[in-house]
């Protein structure tokens, strides 16, 4: 998104001003705690970010929880340890307040996979449809959008729809298909992925299993349906890393990015975690942009109250709309 504070923060960086030195001397950690007081600013982190950067957090959650966070906060800044979108949609819950978000270029796949000028054609041609749109897309998909949801959510926001109501859903069409198949439904999907949930690899994963056969196999719905259908559980990060701490196994093979592993293990000590393996030579199933926010970013970001999202008024009104439907629809139907 090319706005003002973006060619700003190119502008700065091309001074080099956020390269600048941080005193090695410096503990970030306290400096960071410092910064939150002084300036009255809450630090919001998804649990794909680094251990540190969870371990100074305010809040850590899943998509929903960190938009039922972001709209109910008396803070005045927002720092986002996340991604663009979800900055984003907090902006969107609060005009008045900064939101910062550490890197401005974390975007995310999923999002990028959805234009909104494509999309609008698309949607012109199913014309009865109403538009379920995954919260991972920008404020352009929101703004056509009827309702948001997470994957937390997706499914009883789909399921309180009359049966005979025709969706699109977009961007995942991962999340999608699941969803048409535990729902029985005949949602038209946009054909969108994330990069890290299809990089899981079925027959390392198989394997693994066989290796670990008391381990259970736990997986994001955002992966591809070969792997749901051998997942023991299926769920949002939330979701799974309630599950580790419910269930009576004391091993899991987890198919979602690896920064949920910190908390499981935090929050379940005695227990094995094993990050399900990518289908690639290396074991890289970090998300590329949640770790493009590292702690002396987000110092500099609290220390100089940039980056900054920002965005046109009538697109955030058109956007929020349907995020507010998803935050009234999780409080009727108990989720979150
Ligand atoms: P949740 O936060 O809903 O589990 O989604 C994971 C994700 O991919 C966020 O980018
Ligand atoms: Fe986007 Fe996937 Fe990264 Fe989540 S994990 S931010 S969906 S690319």
């Not at 950690?29 to 649990?47: G, M, T, V």
């Not at 109501?165 to 994330?194: E, H």
């Not at 979602?256 to 890289?284: V, Y």
């Not at 702690?295 to 058109?318: G, S």
Request: proline letters at 6%; glycine letters at 4%.
């Amino acid at each position: 998104m090319v706005n003002n504070t973006t060619a700003a923060v190119e502008n700065l960086e091309r001074k080099g001003f956020l390269d600048l030195e941080i005193d090695p001397t410096l503990d970030l950690f306290a400096e960071i705690e410092r910064l939150k007081k002084e300036k009255n600013a809450i630090l919001l982190a998804h649990y794909y970010q680094e251990p540190d950067i969870q371990d100074v957090a305010d809040y850590i959650g899943d998509s929903l929880g960190l938009a039922q966070k972001a709209a109910s906060t008396d803070a005045d800044i927002i720092v986002f340890a996340g991604v663009h979108f979800m900055a984003e949609t907090a902006k969107i819950l609060n005009p008045t307040k900064k939101v910062l978000l550490p890197d401005l270029k974390a975007g995310c796949s999923l999002s990028d996979s959805c234009p909104p000028a494509v999309f609008q054609r698309f949607k012109e041609k199913h014309p009865d449809h109403i538009v379920i749109s995954y919260i991972n897309c920008s404020a352009g998909i929101k703004a056509l959008s009827d309702i948001i949801c997470t994957s937390s959510n997706a499914r009883k926001i789909v399921e309180h729809l009359p049966e005979d109501q025709k969706i699109i859903f977009a961007p995942d069409k991962n999340l999608g298909a699941y969803i048409n198949k535990v729902s029985n439904r005949k949602m038209v999907l946009w054909n969108g992925a994330c990069m890290v949930h299809e990089l899981f690899s079925l027959e390392k994963i198989t394997r693994l299993k066989e290796r670990n056969p008391d381990a259970e196999f736990i997986a994001h719905p955002e992966c591809e349906d070969a792997l749901l259908n051998i997942a023991d559980f299926i769920g949002s990060t939330t979701q799974l890393l309630t599950y580790t701490k419910e269930s009576k196994s004391n091993s899991f093979i987890v198919a979602t990015e690896t920064g949920i592993l910190h908390q499981m293990e935090k929050q379940s000590p005695d227990k094995t975690f094993i990050p399900a393996p990518p289908d690639n030579s290396c074991a890289c199933n970090d998300c590329p942009h949640m770790k493009l926010n590292t702690l002396e970013k987000l110092y500099l970001c609290m220390k100089h109250k940039l980056p900054e999202i920002t965005m046109p008024e009538d697109l955030r009104l058109a956007a929020k709309t349907p995020i507010d439907k998803m935050l009234e629809l999780s409080k009727e139907l108990g989720i979150g």
